[in-house]
Every structure is written in structure tokens, then in C-alpha cells.
């Protein structure tokens, strides 16, 4: 896709924007819900506290919340005013309320009042229970609490309600009547129980499920205790869960929704940032690339980067680099169009000198058909394609043939020229009829003289009397030959083995004779036979070689029709089966030749 890289960027910093989000909403949520806790904590600990020394100003407070849990009826209305609800008899008597103050009538006096008119003594328990019910409604009315009651928890796990500060209904009746009892043992409250059992009132806060729907809320409690350390009730105070998280989650979303927008406004002015900085530049990369990719102009393509070069980071560097590179590949493209012209030059040359090689050896056999006396057969197997291997025969005059075998120490055109020398000067000093010694000296002095490569080559020349099966030969730094007969294969024990050609010159050599017994013939080869490396690392060697051509001779003796020629074909066939199968899949390290004369019956 186009421009994926500043698109994957873009997408990337997005999702990062989005995790941050998330992340920063879920750590405000959790610290909300912290401090939230930590103030309702703060706020109901203060709130109860202050209820508490407010009823403590009651003098008889413990006989007041003894006589109302024990006998809920003595809090009963005046007789003419009974067909009203509590809160309608309250709104018609509150000034008389409200002027007499039952926190000022100690205990002794509330218990001479028992002793005496029922009347007297109802009167101030129902202001009092009023007074302090008016305590808790107001409470509860400028909290954020859902309920807030006082009760007194039973040893049989009920507690027995005493003041509601919620209001159920317009008629002013409390939710949770006086005398009202509901379950509640102190064995699930430890931490209640524990302050109780201790007469400590610190604030205790537990997490409940209602009984009715199964709603999660948080309770509170407060015990208060008289002089003696009795429990005179437990304040109580319950928040639902859920309206505390409603807070906690608005709270953080407007937290988190300025924190998104100046996050979003930031991300913005990154993206601006980042298409400016990166984009823009990798846009004008690619269209710098793409033209260059269809029209292959380096100076437009250069002049193309000049405006991301100028910037000073690293488009700009990277935009000179490309720069330098396109050039630098442009004088690549033209050296390699020149090479590759003269490489077509090259391989034409060569061309021509393995035609000219190919030429120069003579491949058509038999080589002397008229020629009944002997047979010669000669065959090469280079590893390149100009390989460093020569052979050769011609004839010198009816009764001489001259018979050449030569390694030239390097492969190349250079090494056919040099061998092409080689054949022309041996060729026109053989014909004059000079001893086989003084040709070959005078074929090194011709080419030491002008060797301005260095190349050198050994060689094996001689001359052969077809009459008498006589031959005089001179080696030049190579292979002795061998001589095959029916039962025998041996090295010439003359054979004499003098200096390279090409080396320097001045050099003398020293030529041999011998004589080749009719059926029996010469076998010339040069040193890839010996050399060629088989799979283990080992060479073919000079005993291989020599039973390869004993098998070849052997396998010969049941073909009674066979004729030299034939013979010779064979021989020379079976030691290159032989170096195959030795050397398997391995390339050949050098040029395999031989070259066979044989002298017929």
C-alpha cells in the first residue's frame, strides 16, 4: 500500500493515544475512588462523631434510649390528637417543641416523672424522641448518605430500631418505625463487635449485600456508650455502592475528558510534526525514486532530492548519500556497459583461440591410413575451455614422423598464442632435419626470447623411423613415457629429463634413442592423469594409472579381430573411464591428454 509507513505511524500513534486513554482513565477512576473513600470516610467519621457529642448533651440519654427500645409505646401522641400521623402532630406542636428542651432534664427527674403522672412523662419521652429523630432527618438530609438510623443490637441477633433519619412518604412517617426490629447478628460485623466488646467508638466501615436485591453498599457504625461504658445504640450510616461509583466515574470522566482533549490537541500537533518532518520527505523520496525507477535520468533524479537534502536531519543525509549513490551507480552502469562490451570482445577472442587449439591438434584418425607400419591415436579432455595441454605429430618425410606432447604452465588465450607459437617454430625446425636436441633448443631460445608473460611448458619430442621402429626423443621437463607391450608396461630407462621451455635461454638438452618392438607401442600423457582428485582428497595417481591401462590391454586379448587402431581407441577410452569413475562429481583439476604410437606387425 502507498505510504504504508506513514500510515503505520500514524495508526501506531493513535493506538498509543488510545491506550494512554484507557490507561489514564482507569488510574483517575482508581484514584477517584481513593480520595472519594478517604473523604466519605473523612465526612462520616466527622458526621457521626458530631452526632454522638450532640446526643451525649442529653443528661438522660441512656434512660431515654433505654425506655424508648424497651417500651416503644410509652412515645405515644396526646389522646385528642390521635387520629393525626406523627408528622402532622408534629408540625402542629412544633413550637411547643422547640421550646422545651428535654436534653436539660436529668435522669433523676425523668425517673421521678415515671413514678408519677403518665402524662408528665410521656409529654417529654415523645419530645425527646422528636427532637432527636428531627437530629437524624436533618442529618440525613444534607448528606450524601441513603440512610442514616440508630438501633440497638440484641444478644438474640436482632437490633432494634430506634431513630430513621429517612422519611418513606409524604406523610412524614419514618421508613423504619420505633420498635422496629431487624436481623442483624454481631458475629458478621467483628470489627463492630470488637469496638463494642472494647467500649471504643471509632467509626467502622464495611461493604455489605442487600438482603432484598442483592445491591452492594457501604455501612458505617458508630457505637456510643454511656458513663459506665454500657452501649447505649449504634449510629448508623449506608451509601450504595453503585451511586458511589456513579460519582467516581462522572468525576473521571470529566477528569479524563479535558485530559483527552489536550492529549488529542498534542497528538495533532505531532502528526502535523511527523507529516511535516517525516512524511512530506518520504513522499518526495519515493516520487524522486519512482521517476528514476521509469526514466533512469540521474540528473533529474538528483536535482529531485536537492529539496530533502536541504533539511537538516537525517532525510537530508540520507537524500545526499542517495545522491552520491545514484551517481555512483550510473559510473558503475557505464563501466559495467564498457566491461560487458569488452567481455563480448573477450569471449569472441577466445572464441577464436579454441577454434585455433582445435586446429592445431589434429583430431582425424587414422591419422596415416596408407601408412600400414604404425598407428597413432591421441585424444584430450580439457577442464576449461582453453586448456593448457598440446599434442601434435606430422610427418618429416616418408620414413620420419615427429610425435610432440606439451603442458603449458597457465590456461587462456595468452597460453594458445603461446602454444600457437610453440607448434609454428617446433614445425619449421623439424623440417630441416636437425637432431631432435638441437630442435628443441632452438625452439626455447626463440620463445624464452620473447616470453614477456613468463609462460613456460614441458614438453616430450621425438622423431620416429617408421622403417626400424627407432625412436630419438628429448625431454623437456615432462612425464616419462611409457612402453606398452603384450606382457610388460615400463618407463623408457633412457629417457633423459632436461629443463621446461620458455625458462630462459642458452639451455642445452640431451636427446635419447630406443627402439619399439613391433606389436608393442608408446604411450605419451601428461600430469592431469596423475592429479585428478577423487572425493576423499586423493589423487588418481601413477598406479592407477598404469593398471587402467594393463585392464585396457587385458580385456583386449579375447578380440582376435581387433586391430591396433582399435586397440589404441580402446586404451586411451578405458583410462578416461577410469579417471571418471575416480573422480565423480568433482571437477577435473587439469587438462587430461594422450597420445599413443604404435608399431604394427
Known amino acids: 500500500m502507498k505510504h504504508s509507513v506513514v500510515k503505520k505511524i500514524i495508526i501506531i500513534c493513535i493506538l498509543l493515544f488510545c491506550i494512554s486513554f484507557v490507561c489514564n482513565a482507569v488510574n483517575i477512576i482508581l484514584f477517584y475512588r481513593d480520595i472519594y473513600l478517604s473523604e466519605l470516610d473523612d465526612e462520616t467519621s466527622w458526621q457521626l462523631s458530631e452526632l454522638t457529642n450532640e446526643l451525649k448533651q442529653y443528661d438522660a440519654l441512656d434512660y431515654w434510649m433505654r425506655t424508648f427500645r424497651t417500651d416503644p409505646s410509652s412515645v405515644v401522641l396526646p389522646k385528642d390528637e390521635e387520629d393525626k400521623t406523627r408528622g402532622e402532630w408534629h408540625k402542629t ?65 436482632t437490633a432494634i430500631m430506634l431513630f430513621d433519619g429517612k422519611v ?37 466501615r464495611e461493604i455489605m449485600n442487600s438482603s432484598v436485591d442483592g445491591r452492594r453498599f457501604i455501612q458505617y457504625y458508630a457505637p456510643l456508650f454511656n458513663d459506665e461504658g454500657e452501649l447505649i445504640c449504634v449510629i448508623s450510616e449506608a451509601l450504595w455502592l453503585s451511586d ?10 470529566i477528569v479524563e475528558g479535558l485530559n483527552a482533549l489536550f492529549h488529542l490537541l498534542i497528538l495533532l500537533i ?13 513522499l518526495m523520496l519515493e516520487k524522486a525514486v519512482t521517476d528514476y525507477a521509469d526514466d533512469k535520468d540521474t540528473g533529474n533524479f538528483v536535482r529531485s532530492l536537492v529539496p530533502v537534502g536541504a533539511l537538516d536531519d537525517e532525510f537530508g543525509v540520507l537524500s545526499e548519500e542517495t545522491a552520491v549513490v545514484a551517481v555512483e551507480l550510473r559510473r558503475y552502469a557505464d563501466e559495467n556497459l564498457a566491461l560487458a562490451e569488452e567481455k563480448k570482445h573477450l569471449e569472441g577472442q577466445l572464441a577464436m583461440a579454441v577454434e585455433l587449439k582445435h586446429q592445431l591438434m589434429p583430431d582425424v584418425f587414422p591419422a596415416f591410413p596408407d601408412e600400414k607400419r604404425l598407428e597413432i591415436y591421441a585424444d584430450q579432455v580439457p577442464f576449461e575451455k582453453i586448456g593448457g595441454d598440446y599434442y601434435d605429430f606430422f610427418a618429416i618425410n616418408r620414413d620420419h614422423i615427429a610425435v610432440v606432447i606439451a603442458d603449458i604452465f597457465d590456461g587462456g ?47 616430450w619430442f621425438g622423431v620416429y623411423e617408421i622403417s626400424t621402429g627407432r625412436v630419438t626423443a628429448v625431454n623437456a621437463g615432462h612425464e616419462c613415457p611409457l612402453i606398452v607391450s603384450k606382457n610388460d608396461i615400463r618407463e623408457i630407462e633412457e629417457d633423459i629429463c632436461g629443463f621446461i621451455i620458455g625458462l630462459s635461454e642458452g639451455i642445452a638438452y640431451s636427446e635419447y634413442s630406443f627402439t619399439l618392438e613391433k ?47 582399435e586397440s589404441l581407441e580402446r586404451e586411451i577410452g578405458a583410462v578416461q573411464d577410469k579417471v571418471f569413475d575416480f573422480v565423480g562429481d568433482r571437477k577435473l583439476c587439469a587438462d587430461i591428454t594422450m597420445l599413443v604410437l604404435g608399431r604394427n606387425d
Do not use: W
Not at 450524601?144 to 440484641?154: E, K, V
Not at 467483628?190 to 467508638?201: F, Y
Not at 588418481?540 to 593398471?547: L, P
Open 270 to 282: 505531532l502528526l502535523h510534526l511527523l507529516n511535516k518532518s517525516i512524511g512530506q520527505p518520504i
Open 168 to 204: 418513606s412518604n409524604d406523610s412524614g412517617d419514618y421508613e423504619y418505625a420505633l420498635g422496629h426490629t431487624n436481623p442483624f447478628n454481631l458475629d458478621l460485623h467483628p470489627a463492630l463487635k470488637k469496638n463494642i466488646s472494647e467500649g471504643n467508638e471509632e467509626v467502622v
Open 93 to 157: 406542636h412544633g413550637v411547643f417543641y422547640d421550646n422545651y428542651f428535654i436534653k436539660d432534664i436529668p435522669e433523676e427527674e425523668a425517673e421521678n416523672k415515671k413514678k408519677g403522672d403518665d402524662t408528665e412523662l410521656t409529654l417529654p419521652l415523645h419530645a425527646c424522641y422528636v427532637q432527636i429523630a428531627d437530629m437524624f432527618q436533618d442529618l440525613f438530609r444534607y448528606t450524601r448518605m441513603d440512610s442514616i438510623s440508630c438501633f440497638y443490637p440484641t444478644e438474640d441477633g
Open 413 to 459: 588465450t595468452a597460453s594458445a598464442l603461446f602454444m600457437v607459437a610453440f607448434k609454428i617454430i617446433l614445425s619449421q625446425i623439424a623440417s630441416y632435419g636437425l637432431p631432435p636436441s638441437k630442435i628443441i633448443e632452438i625452439v626455447n631460445n626463440r620463445l624464452s626470447r620473447y616470453n614477456e608473460d613468463d609462460l613456460t611448458l614441458s614438453a
Open 519 to 565: 606389436g608393442s607401442h608408446l604411450f605419451l600423457y601428461t600430469d592431469g592423469i596423475l592429479n585428478a582428485m577423487g572425493p576423499s582428497e586423493e589423487k588418481f595417481g601413477y598406479d592407477r594409472m598404469i593398471k587402467a591401462i594393463s585392464d585396457a590391454n587385458a580385456s583386449g586379448d579375447s578380440t582376435e579381430k581387433e586391430t591396433m587402431y
Open 244 to 253: 458511589l461509583i456513579k460519582s467516581i466515574v462522572k468525576g473521571a470522566l
